[in-house]
């Protein structure tokens, strides 16, 4: 059976394949829990707690094999083939995202832009952005499991149906709208006013605990 | 004292003030909670629930007033006033973020700019490019609690100092490494990297799983 991690244990997963391939860019052949937990400002019993979860095994004389470590964990996150992922909408954000080379480091590659503005087709390009209407045989012809969203508002209901219907089985959407979703489909948000917002209710939470801390020592 | 809600929760709160902004400008006052979880998709209990831990009451019959739990919503979020937010890295992210209008609706703008590439300032834009030796008088000056860091992730924890003793209190990180960070002071991460990665670990989780209930058929 497959074993399920949670979102966070995930994402720590992935910063420590990050570390481990700047380690191993270094030289560096083993490495301690304590030199992945210094480099990410964590504590080593966190990182032996979920290299332990995960299955990764090394000796406290030894260390851990860099190379072993990164196995697992490409064996956990099933990648190890280019993940080929597409993007539908290609305005600021989209183009941001299309032009930026740094998705490679995890198996991950833009493949094609998809758009309806007419004037920003360009199948020529280096990843060739096509009209929407070409999404379905596309995402058929090269077996794409994965889009990134980011249309304006008011069209993401109708755009998430598009992609559904096109077989895209996992969605970043970066449209600042929730999604009726259906079962077989992944819908993951990232939502930049939100991230914003909250950080801004985290900052402003310290300087309360601050002037509650002030009046309490009146 | 100041009761302290985990990051979901405060995204639902933000999910909730966003969806209850659209209910107002169809010419909504009152709602029910059943409104709402079908808007977003999430159960009616959840919501009542929220609500209930928010501290937000409403009557069975009369359902709530969008007004009292907007109040309400911008209490807990400690926001009102607008808030500054200043980015640091105007490449083609930090671009992106800088000429995105969608933040206002959150009370939050975009108000400068920083930068070390002299090609990119331009004082007289309507959001302005400074000069990253700008940042620090900037930042007393109009007293700018947060920050976007946006900049190549070889130069991060450097920018991370900038901004420390500027004396920023929050930073949304979108460079893709993890920083040292220090007390009195929050910082939160968007990785689009690991938001992708993660995304391919849970569609192939759906379909590993798929293989497995083959299998166990066979």
Redesign the interface.
Known sequence: ??K?FD?ER??RL??YK??LLKFKSLGFIRVFSDNIAE???ISSSLVRKDFGIFGISGSQKGGYHIDRILEKINE????GDL?K?IIIGVG??G???I??K??E????KIVAGFETDHRKINPQAEIPIYPVEELRDYVRKNSI??A?MAVPEMVSQHTYELLREAGI????NFT?T????SE?I?V?H????????????????????DE?TISNNQ
Do not use: C
């Not at 956990?76 to 990648?79: D, E, P, S």
């Not at 089985?169 to 970043?172: S, V």
């Open positions: 059976m497959v399920i979102r995930i994402f992935l910063t990050g570390i480099a990410l400002d956990i996150l099933g990648t993940q992922v600021r954000i183009e941001a995202l032009r930026y740094g998705f480091n995890d198996g991950i499991k994965i990134i089985k996992g969605i970043l600042p929730s999604i009726k979703s077989g992944v993951n990232v939502n930049i006013e939100h991230e914003l917002a909250n950080l801004i209710y985290f900052v402003n939470l310290e300087n309360r605990k509650d």
